[in-house]
């Protein structure tokens, strides 16, 4: 076989090949393909279902198994947590030594520890319960060492100390 039939052999080959994959390829090429614009209009729709959901009191989460491996959610938003209110919280009570935290559920737990100049040990368990800077999303519960319970007071004092750390962190934030 001569050398410039085993190339045009070859050739032919390769070109078929290649035209059977084309033809494969555009069959149903439009089926389940979302273009970009597509699919913003189906996220701001999705988006403004949720709110009137949300406004209406009903429960928007995801409910399959299949949900925690999509992609369509940004991992940032999935932790509803104000991280102003977190940071502020470990800033305002580090005297306190931290036992535990789940920054997924919001919750700080701490041991036993004096505030500086005071003679009275405290322990702190602070919840974080929503994205928002506000008060509604803080709780702080304060117990003294030997459960002797903390006037309502202290607790309001130590809950306005952390939302002012927190509205100072979120303003030297927005000068970066």
Known sequence: MSLSRLVRSNFVSVSLAMGATLVLASCGARDGVVTASEF????AADEKRAAI??????DT???TIWDLFSNSQDPNTT?????YLWQASLEVLNFLPVESVDPFTGVISTGYGTPPGGGTAYRATIYVQDPALDARSLKVSLQRRGGGTVS??????????ILTRAR??????SKL
């Open 40 to 43: 913003s209009s189906r996220q």
């Open 53 to 58: 959901a949300r406004a209406n009191g009903e």
């Open 61 to 63: 989460r995801r409910s």
């Open 79 to 83: 932790v509803e947590v104000n991280k």
């Open 152 to 161: 309502v007071e202290t607790q309001r004092a130590v809950e306005d100390a």
């Open 168 to 173: 100072q962190l979120r303003i030297r934030d």
